[in-house]
């Protein structure tokens, strides 16, 4: 949808993230748990701190108050934007508050709850599976009980918000016992942002390592191994640790000790498993689920690899499971294809052998 003229130079910021490392070394996991921290910085540079509309800026924000694992609060929002940018908010409570404050021409950050929507509403696409509690930015633009709706879920490029009406916002923020809000007075930009470009898709070959560790990976499933399902799980790997560079302490797919405290397999480093090699970490991620199937959705990643000529499914039922919370951006009943799809696919599209 096209952007209201009051804040045509919005530049959305998204949550969704891959595993990787922070500055100082911390590791952040591939889970979309930053709602928070990127309307917050929506919000700042809408009242008018000039920051960067990036997501790295976003960490660097909470980085002043917290590590990057778990959920965060107004709270914490209000300490941090004092020391990283001297800005002051006060933390309003319930529907009401918020509400007499956002006249036309103001932005808020909200929490609420998404679960106050039904499966199948519009507001859930980006993210079906949840209905937890939520922080987005909003924009009172006009008189109309109307809001301009700009959610940390949708992606970075094609994303840059919708209308939602005041009622489907305060059920959503009542649904939410212990909601926190703060509003401030829209500062128009005074230069229009350059137009995002998405890149032009590369395409990237499995390396040598990878491929041996895939192949290994398939056989210990008793999976064919074929080129397309070596691709398919080098897009797993790929997705969750980036490259063979970049994996850390050879836990190609992040397995927990929680998941694995019965199959003595790795050992304990900081909540996460570490493996001798590579390999060992592909077959850790095979032990897994070959052991906790049928649990978690794990029967049907074995049986779609099992049947050697369906990466895409393999890929779908991995998304589908309960191997990633964030479940890769996948929505339920789609083919993963779509701009809230299955971001496997995505890294597989560009993956060649």
């Not at 921290?37 to 108050?65: C, F, I, M, N, Q």
């Not at 919708?162 to 923020?173: C, D, H, Q």
């Not at 080129?227 to 980036?242: K, Y």
């Amino acid at each position: 949808m096209t952007l209201p003229a009051l804040i045509a130079n919005h530049v959305h910021v998204s949550e969704r993230e891959t595993a990787h490392r922070w500055p100082d070394g911390s590791y952040d996991d591939a889970a979309w748990e930053d709602c928070t921290w990127d309307s917050a910085l929506e919000y700042a540079r809408s009242v008018g701190v000039k920051a960067p509309a990036t997501h790295a800026e976003a960490e660097a924000l909470r980085h002043e108050v917290k590590g990057p694992a778990g959920g965060s609060n107004p709270t914490e929002v209000q300490t941090a934007f004092k020391k990283r940018y001297k800005l002051n908010v006060t933390i309003l409570r319930g529907f009401a508050d918020m509400w007499v404050k956002l006249v036309p021409g103001t932005v808020a950050c909200v929490t609420l709850s998404m679960g106050a929507f039904p499966k199948g509403h519009r507001l859930r696409r980006l993210s079906p599976r949840f209905a937890g509690a939520h922080s987005v930015t909003i924009f009172r633009i006009d008189e109309h009980d109307r809001v301009w709706w700009c959610d940390p879920l949708g992606p970075k490029v094609g994303y840059d918000g919708e209308w939602v009406t005041k009622a489907e916002l305060k059920g959503a923020i009542d649904a939410l016992p212990f909601n926190g809000h703060y509003v401030g007075k829209i500062v128009p930009a005074m230069a229009k942002p350059k137009p995002v470009v998405p890149p032009t898709p590369t395409v990237a070959k499995v390396s040598p390592i990878e491929s041996s560790c895939a192949r290994a990976f398939l056989e210990r499933i008793e999976a064919p191994v074929t080129t397309d399902m070596v691709r398919a799980v080098t897009a797993w790997f790929r997705q969750e640790s980036g490259s063979a560079e970049k994996v850390i302490n050879f836990n190609a797919f992040n397995v927990r000790p929680g998941a694995a405290d019965s199959l003595s397999i790795g050992t304990s480093v900081n909540n996460f498993l570490k493996f001798r090699n590579l390999t060992a970490g592909f077959l850790a991620a095979a032990v897994v689920l070959l052991s906790l199937a049928p649990r978690f959705g794990y029967e049907t990643v074995l049986l779609r690899a099992r049947k050697g000529n369906d990466p895409l499914g393999f890929l779908a039922a991995l998304a589908a499971s309960s191997w990633s919370a964030s479940h890769y951006g996948w929505a339920a009943g789609k083919d993963g294809r779509t701009a809230a799809g299955n971001h496997l696919v995505s890294v597989y599209d560009g993956l060649t052998i």
